[in-house]
């Protein structure tokens, strides 16, 4: 077989394999989990290195086992896929580092990091899922491996947080699937193309496809954190940082936002969803989401929490530039998916650092600690002036294509406000927490501050993942018109979706 061939599946097993070898490991064997955990993220990195490649010159990779007649299990690679595998693979990585780090003298490490690399597989896996029977598989192989890295602190708390997540997300899935089986029956098999599956069809019942539209969307929408399906994301917060930095940058939350531009481009299409009038109750839920979770944001003390409606809040951009419909607005969406990851892992990178060694939790307890951690709160500040938009932190090239085609569409007039009044309370909770921990006076004591040696305010697997991500999403910014950036890869897939 040629390379074209099997590359899909080689990305998938360079992190399943390890998983499942990580399972049989004693909780003594340090390095070896290590250099498994290693071997694979790095291993993964590289192989998509050479799809990306591959992809942007035009070259075609696709696996593809054959089920039952009728009913294939696809890996393919196509722009869009290539951008979220790249997003989930390189966050991957920094997150193993990190994770060791966190995890270092914990107990059910192994445990740990074989779900955390089944995670990531599934994550990958819907990513190139090549139709929406692969998709759905992976979607729902997401939700069980994600479960126990919820619950994995065995607290009340904590599995009472995760069964939360595990009823909205099956619930979720089941809507999903029952959307993708109707489909079936009507179309047959659904291959994700560019244009859309469906676009092609003729003489399909407008009012099943309106249906099976909004099964598939709520479906998505629980795992995307729509408004009022958003539930499960505050409650999972208990789950340790590393866990937290999964469901919201590379893994959970992310799969259903990509799942819902997946739908709207690649099934159903720009023409027919225009046509059937999909769109509109999508880009209002999305709209009034930024809004929700934005004002829930406000009132939250607790740090994590305080990020995760940030999370509800700033996903909805990838639903309101997939609404709007136009190819500006398709850039301003899509490319949100990478830069809302980058900077959202970094703040959450930085949160568990503050409760590991200082034992922070809450905004309250943040007076000084920019004096005591500066690295660390360097790279939040960095993060979260992109998330309020400022230049030229990436999170402003998101809104400004946003604007732009909200004008392109001739939607201004509703967009423009909520861009603008999402961006005045990503301010007004983020800058108070700026303001907390560069000017205010520190305390005595902090909550339960860990003394380390060295010349590092932490040990260097716990600072540098979030420096490192707090650089690429200020670098990614200052060049935006860079080759491979993620605003040029976008631009393709705009270009390809509106055949322009």
Not at 409 to 437: E, Q, T
Request: hydrophobic share 55%.
């Amino acid at each position: 077989m040629s390379l074209s061939n099997t590359l899909p599946a080689l990305i998938l097993v360079s992190s399943l394999l390890p998983g499942l070898a990580i399972f049989l490991l004693r909780e003594d064997s340090h390095v070896l989990r290590t250099s498994l955990n290693m071997f694979g993220a790095i291993a993964k990195v590289i192989l998509v290195g050479v799809m990306v490649w591959g992809v942007f010159h035009a070259q075609s990779f696709e696996t593809r086992w054959t089920l039952a007649p009728g009913l294939d299990l696809v890996l393919s690679a196509d722009a869009l896929s290539v951008l979220f595998v790249a997003l989930s693979t390189g966050l991957w990585l920094l997150t193993t580092v990190y994770a060791i780090g966190y995890l270092e003298g914990t107990p059910h490490r192994s445990r740990f990091f074989g779900f955390f690399s089944l995670c990531v597989t599934a994550t990958v896996g819907l990513a190139m899922a090549g139709n929406l029977f692969t998709f759905v598989v992976f979607y729902e192989l997401l939700t069980l491996a994600t479960y126990p890295l919820v619950a994995h602190k065995g607290t009340p708390a904590a599995v009472r947080g995760a069964r939360i997540y595990l009823a909205y997300t099956l619930s979720g899935g089941l809507l999903l699937l029952i959307g993708a089986v109707w489909l079936r029956t009507i179309a047959g098999p659904v291959d994700f193309v560019e244009g859309g599956a469906l676009s092609d069809l003729s003489g399909l019942d407008p009012t099943a496809l309106r249906w099976i539209f909004a099964l598939l969307i709520i479906g998505l929408g629980v795992k995307a954190a729509l408004v009022p399906l958003h539930g499960w994301l505050p409650q999972a917060m208990v789950a340790p940082a590393p866990v937290s930095s999964l469901l919201h940058a590379v893994a959970v939350v992310k799969a259903g936002a990509f799942g819902i531009v997946r739908v709207v481009y690649d099934v159903y299409g720009v023409e027919l969803a225009g046509t059937l009038q999909l769109l509109p109750v999508l880009g209002a839920v999305a709209a009034i989401t930024i809004i929700y979770g934005s004002i829930k944001a406000l009132s939250q003390d607790h740090l994590k929490k305080r990020l995760a409606y940030s999370t509800v809040s700033q996903v909805s951009y990838i639903a309101l530039g997939t609404a709007i419909l136009g190819p500006l607005a398709t850039i301003g969406g899509v490319v949100h998916l990478v830069h809302q990851g980058i900077m959202k892992i970094t703040l959450f990178f930085a949160a568990g650092n503050y409760a590991e060694n200082l034992g922070i939790h809450k905004v309250s307890e943040m007076d000084g600690v920019g004096r005591r951690m500066p690295g660390t709160t360097l790279a939040f500040t960095i993060a979260a002036l992109g998330m309020i938009g400022i230049p030229p932190v990436a999170g402003f090239v998101s809104k400004w294509y946003l604007g732009l085609g909200a004008v392109e569409a001739g939607v201004a007039h509703w967009v423009l406000p909520v861009l603008i009044a999402s961006s005045l309370l990503n301010a007004a909770y983020f800058l108070p927490i700026l303001y907390r921990a560069w000017f205010k006076v520190a305390p005595t004591a902090w909550p339960a501050e860990q003394v380390r040696g060295g010349r590092l305010e932490m040990p260097g697997a716990l600072l540098w993942p979030p420096v490192v991500t707090a650089a690429l999403a200020l670098a990614i910014g200052l060049f935006a018109g860079a080759p491979y950036s993620p605003l040029e890869w976008t631009q393709l897939i705009a270009a390809r979706e509106y055949g322009l």
